[in-house]
């Protein structure tokens, strides 16, 4: 009989053609029943749309039908993987569909859909294009277009909204190297969030300042303090006579003839240019991209961070006269991502402790 004829020989006789011939036609029975069958599963839902992948792929396996039948069992198997979410074997199966039969347009539909759902929006523009060659009316087709016009114009958008923050952030760390400052790794994050400085049009640091009155370890918040400006000019204007008193001074030792500001120097560490651009982007379009592109320009290739000095920290006397920028570059000043200056006043009890060290902000 012809089931045990060796591979590759061709039948002989009229019974051995007859056999092969009855063997093809139960293939080909088998395959188109598992296909009804696969279909009827789909129509029950999705409880049974594992059932339906196996008739289809059991169909598929007699390889029994012509490659327009076969590539239409590959589209339906593509159809459910879809409801599945399963869409890699969505694409997968509805390129096999495509390759068999490149007029099924349900398999163009299918692998533009599922390659939408990959995030492939160039591969699923094609996929739409050929898709719409074939059938130009297939509404289907010209909706799935339409949300890739929209999909592809957010991308840009995004993909432009990211070049710039990183260009900005890029802008930002050079002005900061070339002023010789130092960024350490933000402390008080939960009173200043995700604030950062900004580089105007002239090419002027913006910075947000943190002022911390260290005796009851309340603050102030400067949002907007030009490089150029000195403390005195904001001072001046924080605490003028119009201003309220500070609701917890009860002593009023908080004037602006009491106060002193000071600032942390000899602690901490400053970031490399790689982690001080990451910092930069934080908050920004661009925080999640992968590569920045510097990252080989770390010192020695491989140290990431520097030290800043040895010994305990020291209080560092502002003079309010200074600009900003001469305070920021003293080589023992570390910006603990912004600026933070403390607070305290000269005719405090707290003021002995403070200026002899006895004093340090919680970690």
Same mark, same amino acid.
């Given at each position: 009989?012809?089931?045990w004829?060796?591979?590759? =020989? *061709?039948?002989t006789?009229?019974?051995?053609? %007859?056999?092969? !011939?009855?063997?093809?036609?139960?293939? #080909?029975?088998?395959? /188109?029943?598992f296909?009804e069958?696969?279909n009827?599963y789909?129509?029950?839902?999705?409880?049974?749309? =594992? *059932?339906?992948?196996?008739?289809?792929?059991? %169909?598929?396996? !007699?390889?029994?039908?012509?490659d327009? #039948?076969?590539?239409i /069992?590959y589209?339906n198997?593509?159809?459910?993987?879809?409801?599945?979410?399963?869409?890699?074997r969505a694409?997968t199966d509805?390129?096999?569909?495509?390759k068999?039969?490149t007029t099924n347009v349900?398999?163009?539909?299918r692998?533009a859909?599922?390659?939408l759902?990959?995030?492939l929006?160039d591969?699923?523009?094609l996929f739409?294009d050929?898709?719409l060659e074939?059938d130009?009316d297939?509404?289907?087709?010209?909706?799935?277009?339409r949300?890739?016009?929209?999909?592809?114009?957010?991308?840009?958008?995004?993909?432009?909204?990211?070049?710039?923050?990183?260009?900005?952030a890029k802008?930002?760390s050079?002005a900061?190297?070339?002023?010789?400052?130092?960024i350490g790794?933000?402390m008080f994050?939960?009173?200043?969030?995700?604030r950062?400085?900004?580089?105007d049009?002239?090419?002027?640091?913006h910075?947000?300042?943190?002022?911390l009155?260290?005796?009851?370890?309340?603050?102030?918040?400067i949002e907007?303090?030009?490089?150029t400006?000195?403390?005195?000019a904001?001072?001046?204007?924080?605490?003028?006579e119009?201003?309220?008193?500070l609701?917890?001074?009860?002593?009023?030792?908080?004037?602006?003839?009491?106060?002193?500001?000071?600032?942390?120097a000899?602690?901490?560490i400053?970031?490399s240019?790689?982690?001080?651009?990451?910092?930069?982007l934080e908050?920004?379009?661009g925080?999640?991209?992968?590569?920045i592109?510097?990252?080989?320009?770390?010192?020695?290739g491989s140290?990431?961070?520097?030290?800043?000095?040895?010994?305990?920290?020291?209080?560092?006397?502002?003079n309010?006269?200074?600009?900003?920028?001469?305070?920021?570059?003293?080589?023992?000043?570390i910006?603990p991502?912004?600026?933070?200056?403390?607070?305290v006043s000269?005719t405090?009890?707290f003021?002995?402790?403070?200026r002899?060290g006895k004093?340090?902000?919680?970690?």
């Amino acid at each position: 009989m012809a089931l045990w004829m060796e591979k590759g =020989s *061709d039948p002989t006789t009229e019974s051995e053609i %007859a056999d092969l !011939q009855a063997i093809a036609a139960l293939k #080909e029975s088998a395959a /188109l029943e598992f296909k009804e069958k696969g279909n009827e599963y789909v129509r029950q839902g999705k409880k049974h749309y =594992s *059932d339906a992948i196996d008739c289809y792929t059991r %169909a598929i396996n !007699q390889n029994a039908l012509s490659d327009s #039948e076969t590539s239409i /069992l590959y589209a339906n198997r593509s159809h459910v993987n879809l409801l599945l979410g399963n869409y890699r074997r969505a694409l997968t199966d509805a390129e096999e569909a495509i390759k068999l039969c490149t007029t099924n347009v349900k398999a163009h539909y299918r692998a533009a859909k599922s390659s939408l759902l990959l995030n492939l929006l160039d591969e699923a523009k094609l996929f739409c294009d050929s898709g719409l060659e074939r059938d130009p009316d297939n509404k289907e087709l010209k909706k799935l277009a339409r949300e890739l016009d929209f999909q592809k114009q957010m991308q840009e958008e995004q993909e432009a909204q990211v070049s710039k923050a990183l260009a900005e952030a890029k802008d930002l760390s050079s002005a900061i190297e070339n002023r010789g400052l130092k960024i350490g790794k933000p402390m008080f994050q939960e009173l200043t969030g995700l604030r950062k400085p900004v580089l105007d049009k002239n090419s002027i640091l913006h910075w947000p300042v943190l002022l911390l009155y260290a005796e009851v370890m309340s603050s102030d918040f400067i949002e907007d303090f030009y490089e150029t400006d000195t403390f005195a000019a904001h001072l001046d204007i924080m605490f003028s006579e119009d201003s309220p008193p500070l609701s917890w001074d009860k002593e009023n030792n908080y004037t602006r003839e009491a106060i002193e500001l000071y600032y942390e120097a000899g602690s901490g560490i400053f970031l490399s240019k790689t982690k001080l651009l990451r910092y930069l982007l934080e908050g920004t379009a661009g925080a999640n991209v992968e590569s920045i592109g510097d990252e080989e320009k770390d010192v020695d290739g491989s140290i990431s961070e520097y030290s800043a000095g040895k010994g305990s920290s020291k209080w560092i006397k502002v003079n309010e006269k200074r600009k900003l920028h001469d305070i920021l570059k003293e080589p023992n000043f570390i910006i603990p991502g912004i600026p933070v200056f403390y607070v305290v006043s000269k005719t405090s009890s707290f003021y002995k402790d403070f200026r002899a060290g006895k004093w340090a902000p919680p970690s």
